[in-house]
């Protein structure tokens, strides 16, 4: 039998690709916004090169059969969003200092120290995690984990969590972190593993309706469960992109299970009730509830209000509207106009400059992101790997959706950061975690079953048999 190639050259080659591609990036904005291009264009850079060539080195050595495209398309996004926010410092610097900022200066030296960080992060779990199916062992206390890092904002006071209205953050001093963003990694780990060992009874159906199988009352309390959690993160952390988020994931990862469109038909008339009644409620009586309610009515018109309430979302479609196809060129928009730019709003501030184009270019890489996640839960052959990495590449795409909805007024507007490209450590951490858990679910996937004697499906590890005593069954793509 014919060995399969680990395709690793190929990975290289992509890498250094897409680093060009950043180095352009950064002469470009030099150009337009010093009218030169210094000898150290370059420099941003080749220290992302060094650290994601790091990367595939250990990809090379722990995971030699993992998906070649991953690590690459990553590696884009990171560095054009450390690129980005290198150019708003150079548009907040002083026209005299613009020539000589330093590589780690300002917010975009931060991303850059905090990309090394989160790759390191990473390989570090990849070193760890030789089998993705060991993390079933701790599903139950990652699933605690999770449900503590997502309430723990929304019992601190305001001044410890709270930034632009939304209760998101543990804030000490001049340090902050984003706990909801690594409790999105913990859940999923509970929620696939919970699944794999009820997806037979939650299969079940108890009326047909319309040519749709329906589940039994008694099977809806998970769902009902989870619903009721997503609704007190709506109104008491006063988010409804982090709610999607959560409530998402799980119906979507149920949906895996069980193959039941169902419990997508369920989960979406469940969610948007409940937003639709906390709308209600913050219209009349307030309370916790008025935040939301406030969002929503900024949402239906922000040109109300559009110097006051609005301005934001206002100044964010102005500048996508600025950029239309071509945009005006990477250093030449004026995206430090729109507030928070460099967090909620970096997509419109990046749209602006690179034009609808661009931006399509953009949601290409991430969809091919989450379309290689979820072919690697389909080759995996164990079904807890499967709906791992289905639940971690639909969180990423839904994550994209959520803030890209926000800023073009699809949905109203949500705290959620925009994963690679946005400003902040919390993000990139976790979400260069979730590519690391791709990255060793499809090296299992890819793997040759004659290598080292072992399969795909048993990496050097115990059989799924002998974990919890998990079902083996393959779920059907």
Known sequence: MRLARSRRNAELSLLLLAMVLVAAYGAIVEANMLDTVTRDFWMPAAVLTLVFVGMHLVIRWLAPFADPALLP???????????????????????????????FAGTGGRQLAWTLASVVLAAGLLA???????????????????IVLVMIPAVLPGRFSEINGAKLW????????????????????????????????????????????????RDLGPVVVVWLISLLVLVFEKDLGTSLLYFGMFVVTLYIATERVSWLLIGLVLFFGGAYLAYVLGGTIGGPFANFYTRAEIWLDPFAEPYDRGYQLVQGLLGLGSGGLFGT????????????????????????????????????????IVERGLRAGLAVRDSFGKLLAGGLAFTLGLQVFV????????????GQTTPF????GSSLMANWLLVAVLLRVSDAARRPVTQGGGS????????????????????RP
């Open 128 to 146: 760890l995690m030789r089998d993705h199916r060991s993390v079933s062992r701790y599903a139950y206390t990652l699933g605690l984990a999770g």
């Open 421 to 424: 490209l946005s400003a902040g």
């Open 456 to 475: 795909a499906a048993r990496p050097a590890g115990s059989p799924p048999e002998q974990l919890h005593g998990a079902p083996t069954e393959v779920i």
């Open 329 to 368: 060129g990477p250093g030449a928009g004026e995206p430090l106009e729109i507030p928070e730019v460099q967090n909620d709003f970096i997509f419109a501030g990046i749209g602006e400059e690179i034009g609808l184009f661009g931006l399509t270019a953009l949601l290409v890489v991430y969809l091919l």
């Open 73 to 103: 398309a990553v590696a884009l996004l990171n560095g054009l969003g450390v690129g980005f926010l290198r150019r708003l410092d150079l548009g907040k610097a002083a026209p005299a200092d613009r020539e000589t900022l330093a590589i």
């Open 403 to 414: 803030i890209i909805g926000g800023i073009s007024k699809l949905i109203p507007l949500t």
């Open 170 to 217: 543990i804030r000490v001093g001049g340090f902050s972190i984003q706990p909801g963003e690594f409790a999105k990694l913990a859940l999923l780990v509970f929620f696939a593993y919970y699944l794999v060992r009820k997806r037979e009874v939650l299969s079940l159906a108890s009326r047909r309706i319309l040519g749709i199988d329906f589940p039994r009352g």
